[in-house]
């Protein structure tokens, strides 16, 4: 009977664990530096060269640093309603979030769903 108590116990802590990160928000998980691994557009599917590798980092005050051979930029960001806006240099960029994870990222275009990047969290 003690071992099915602990064992009850235990698979209690682990719904638990499974609960609290399948509740964090997108807000949450963003934040650090993401790599662009996978460009889907359309029919053409890109995982190196120049359609890929870049990076963003979100900062915790809505700030990012996109990346690309060399060169960095700075922006702002803001999450509503798993709608991802990205803000560089006055001009605004729209991506769903169709999945965030504490590893993976994978963002579309709102106005053409056939166009996907994913991203790994570094």
């Known amino acids: ?6 064992a009850a116990l235990m698979m209690c802590f682990v719904a638990m664990s499974f609960a ?4 964090q928000k997108a ?5 650090g530096k ?36 060399g060169l960095e930029i700075p922006g702002t960001y803001a999450i ?8 560089v240099m006055g001009q605004a960029t729209k991506s769903n979030i169709d999945k965030i994870s504490k590893s993976k990222m994978v963002l579309s275009n709102p106005e053409n769903s056939s166009e996907i990047a994913e991203f790994e969290k570094l």
């Not at 509503?80 to 803000?87: A, G, P, R, S, Y």
């Open 80 to 87: 509503d309603d798993d709608v991802l806006t990205i803000t």
């Open 34 to 69: 993401w790599k662009c691994v996978k460009v889907v557009d359309g029919e053409q599917t890109y995982t190196d060269g120049q359609n890929v590798g870049f990076t963003y980092e979100f900062k915790a005050d809505n700030t990012i640093v996109m990346a690309m051979q």
């Open 1 to 6: 009977m003690k071992k099915f108590k602990i």
């Open 27 to 31: 807000e949450d998980l963003i934040i």
């Open 20 to 23: 609290m990160t399948s509740c």
